[in-house]
Structure formats: C-alpha cells, structure tokens
C-alpha cells in the first residue's frame, strides 16, 4: 500500500511518502505530481522517505522523473529521513540526502 501526503508552504512541495514505493504507485508520480510540478512551476521539492517500507526501480525511476521537472523549473530537490537499508539504492540518483525536514529548508534558504 502506497500513500502520498502532499504540503506546499512557502514555496516548497513536501511530499511525504508511505509504503511500497514501487511499480504499483509510481503512476502516481509520474502521471500527478510531475505535471503538478511542471504547471505551477514548483521550484524546490522535499522528499520524506521516513515511512518508506521499500522501494523498487519504477519507484527509483518515477523520483528521477520528479527530479528533472524541479531542474527544468531551475530549482532543487532533497531526500531525507532515508531509512539506511534504501541508501545504496539511492545514492544513484545524485540527489542531495538531509537528516530531516528542517534541514532541507535550511539549505534551501542559503
């Protein structure tokens, strides 16, 4: 079961995600949120994987997607709460990791 909370503030999407992030939900990414991005011209997107239970390579691909629509929008992305048994998985898609929520926005606001 795969699950999506979504919260724009203050010019940051966070996307926070629940369960199986696999073929089954990637749809979901690709097919609403990287429109979302691409309409509203979203700028910086956080990722909070701390409910994630496991993650397949419609799921890693589906992240990528995201991560090229917040590039054409010339902003950034970040990960965080990676739970470690995902990090070699993620680490391919050079997105840049944070502990937590808090410190993301601290990056993005150097």
Do not use: Q
């Not at 990090?87 to 944070?98: A, H």
């Amino acid at each position: 079961m795969f699950h999506m909370d979504l919260e724009y503030n203050k010019g940051i999407l966070f996307a926070r995600l629940r369960g199986n992030v696999s073929k089954r939900c990637s749809y979901k990414l690709n097919n609403y949120l990287v429109p979302v991005i691409l309409k509203h011209k979203i700028k910086f997107l956080v990722y909070n994987f701390f409910d994630v239970t496991a993650i397949d390579e419609s799921g890693l691909d589906a992240i990528l997607n995201t991560k090229c629509a917040i590039r054409a929008n010339k902003g950034k992305i970040f990960l965080c709460e990676v739970p470690k048994e995902f990090n070699k998985s993620i680490r391919r898609l050079r997105i840049k990791e944070t502990s937590n929520e808090l410190s993301a926005l601290d990056l993005i606001h150097v």
